[in-house]
């Protein structure tokens, strides 16, 4: 439980770089066009709540 927070911004950090290249690149926006961008704007708003929860997560932690 003591790497969870450094877990949790590590996946999100991946999941915005995933949402990057689905929305920014030929090949990402060919890959999910079905769906119309949907998948990589949900995985980069899910990331940044990803980050956002571990550094706040961290900052509880620190000041207790």
Do not use: K, N, Q
Not at 16 to 40: K, N, P
Not at 41 to 62: D, Y
């Amino acid at each position: 439980m003591r790497h969870a927070p450094w877990l949790l911004g590590a996946l999100g950090l991946i999941a915005v770089l995933f949402a990057y290249w689905g929305i920014t690149t030929v090949a990402g926006r060919r890959m999910f066009d079905e769906m119309a961008g949907m998948i990589s704007m949900a995985a980069g708003v899910f990331g940044v709540i990803g980050i956002v929860s571990g550094e706040v997560w961290c900052l509880v932690r620190l000041r207790s």
